[in-house]
């Protein structure tokens, strides 16, 4: 029976991650086990910065950006002497279940801490990068392609006044949710991910084409993780159409930042509640996710091994409706 449990929120921060650090820690208290939060993620649990938490604790969090329990991306974690020290501090605490919000890095540090000393473990998908299998959301994502919709709106205000080509530059590290989504909402002209090769040459066909048919405003939607990059692409570009003037914007981590939608308030709710839900039923060493809007649990070591396939649908429609 788990009497105290603990919570962290690991890697990069998203936006909704405070919404379910109040769903566990309510969850919890209402359950009569008691909840420490730890400070900076796995680093926090080596120093030893664990501290109780209240209800009040919680209160006027859920509509925050960032994370109230602040985040690192611990290099100690990854040696088996940082995890001891780790596993020592939450047995000292007495702490028989953790609670882990965080991206696919934070859910292999969890793989190493519970084969190593088989501390139960849940994990939450809290990354704006949407790279987790195993879940059709993580906390963070709606907010980040929201962040990036309103951007790239008014770059097309100034690049239709001055019938400029833009190329943005999106988060998502080696995955292109954020690109994709935030491409098709804002009516780009092109999309490129780290998911395909990049053919600059199909790309200036394109420009050329859309130049040739008076069409002087193009947008294209570059991920961090193109094979080819955005930088490049301009140069590249700007080479092949001297006439034109083309910008290059990298929207950066405002893409981390903000409150969180509704959408992600309410799931990463969902989710910091069910966490704690199956700590208190047993289980040890898995991700609570949503799959088709229904809470779906998957082993946290099968989750890490694979992302999310992208969606060619998706490509295929960017193509057509940019037409
Ligand atoms: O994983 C979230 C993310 O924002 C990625 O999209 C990006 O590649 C990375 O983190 C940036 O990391 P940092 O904030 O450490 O520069």
Redesign the pocket.
């Known amino acids: 029976m788990i009497q105290k449990i603990a919570v962290l929120t690991s ?2 921060d ?1 936006p909704g991650m405070n919404a379910a650090i109040r769903a566990v820690v309510r969850t919890a208290i209402f359950h009569g086990i008691e909840v420490m939060g730890v400070r900076y993620g796995y680093q926090g649990l080596i120093d030893d910065d664990i501290v109780p938490m209240e209800s009040r604790d919680v209160a006027n969090i859920i509509q925050m950006g960032g994370t109230m329990l602040k985040t690192a ?1 611990s290099k100690d974690f990854m040696t088996e002497e940082g995890r001891s020290k780790a596993a020592a501090n939450l047995k000292k605490h007495g702490v028989d279940g953790l609670v882990v919000i965080g ?1 696919d890095g934070s859910f292999r540090g969890a793989c190493a801490l519970y084969a190593e000393h088989q501390i139960p473990i849940i994990g939450i998908p809290g ?3 949407k ?1 987790i299998s195993g879940t059709d959301y993580t906390i963070g994502f709606d907010t980040a392609v929201n962040t990036a919709i309103e951007a790239i709106d008014k770059i097309r205000d100034t690049a239709a006044a001055h019938d400029r080509l833009f190329i943005i530059e999106v ?3 080696d995955a292109g949710y ?1 690109a994709l989504n935030s491409g098709i909402a804002t009516g780009a002209e092109s999309v490129l991910v780290p998911e395909r090769i990049t053919n600059v040459e199909r790309v200036a066909a394109m420009i050329d084409y859309d130049q040739k048919r008076r069409k002087n405003v193009h947008i294209i939607v570059v991920a ?2 193109d094979d080819f990059g955005a930088e490049p692409l301009t140069h590249v570009l700007q080479h092949k159409f001297p006439a034109m003037e083309i910008r290059h914007t990298v929207l950066g ?1 405002i ?2 930042g903000g409150s969180p939608t509704y959408y992600d308030r309410v799931q990463a709710s969902r989710l910091g509640y069910h966490a704690v839900l199956a700590l208190k039923d047993g289980m040890v060493q898995q991700m609570a996710g949503i799959v088709n809007n229904h809470i779906a649990f998957a082993p946290l070591d099968t989750v890490v091994k694979k992302h999310q396939p992208i969606d060619d649908d998706l490509l295929d429609m960017v193509k057509v409706l940019s037409s």
Do not use: L, P, V
């Open positions: 890697g990069g998203a991306r991206g990354t704006i990068d790279d988060m998502g590290r954020i961090e993780g981590h893409q981390r």
